[in-house]
């Protein structure tokens, strides 16, 4: 496959990493919400705990003939509501592209019905989702497109399945795809108000009504200052793992890229503050022909804030009109 990488140029006055990153925090951007029928759907997951996740179904005006329909996967804290997930489905709309928006497992309006909660390695429930859609939707093939954790999801999701499976491409937009590095670097001093600022919604959302969980982990939830902790103390107990490193192992996506065998877009930034870049350096990507880098020296995390909009949809779009 050939796809054209346009050159990433920062936006003023969005320079930097952190600026990058930090700019729709700032600037509180409301999505473009084009004409469109936007359908709830409700999800079931397989795994026997009755847990349900909830979506939302845009459907263009017009839908494009032979069009996949693409699938969203947020990142962490975020929902089918997050600004990256409504642009996205903005700018792809018009395309013809049928969009379903998805919240993962405790996310957004999922919590009250679900007993357990998302995290990175959850591929199953992207493969539950797509098979609990209508014949109808999936008759064309599935584009998984993740941001931040949702793009670790997908990457593994593509890694298992190899040639044949439920979907027929993937996207990752800034995955953190070595989950233990990620957590580390998270705890970094200079990252510390990042931290701060995503383990307050996760933590919130993690002990809302609906989740399922013991007085100790309840306990260990509001304890935890740091990713690392919370994976050590939280996470790998909760998900029957012996420890934090095990879980990590399990469920980063870079063990799984090698496996990929339908067309992959992984897009990351060098200076990206959130995801560190070196794991990406240490990936043959050369061996995998069937995944497309798209590695910027800047554009933060899920930014890509460039001169003519949010560089990492143009290039979404020019990748799906190649499939």
Known sequence: MTLVLPPFRSRF??????????????????????????????????????????????LPATIRAEAPLVLLAHGLSGSADSYYMLETAARLLP???RVLRLNLRGAGPSRPDCRRHYHAGRSGDLRDAIAGLPAGLTARGVVAIGFSLGGNTVLKLAGEQGAAGPVRAVAAVCAPIDLGRTSRSLNRRANRLFQAHLMKGFKAEYVAPGAELSDALRAAVAAARSFVEFDANVTAPRNGVADAETFYRQNSARYFVPGIRVPALVIAA????????????????????AVIPAFTPGGGHVGHHGRDGIWYIDLIERFLATL
């Open 13 to 58: 006055p969005w320079w930097g990493g952190r600026l990058q990153t930090v700019r729709n925090a700032l600037v509180k951007p409301v999505a473009a919400r084009p004409a469109a029928a936007a359908n709830p759907l409700r999800l079931p997951v397989g795994d026997g705990t009755g847990d349900i996740l909830h979506a939302t179904l845009d």
């Open 95 to 97: 395309l013809g592209f």
């Open 270 to 289: 060098g200076d990206d503050p959130i995801v560190p870049f070196a794991p990406y350096r240490e990936v043959d990507w050369a061996a995998v022909p």
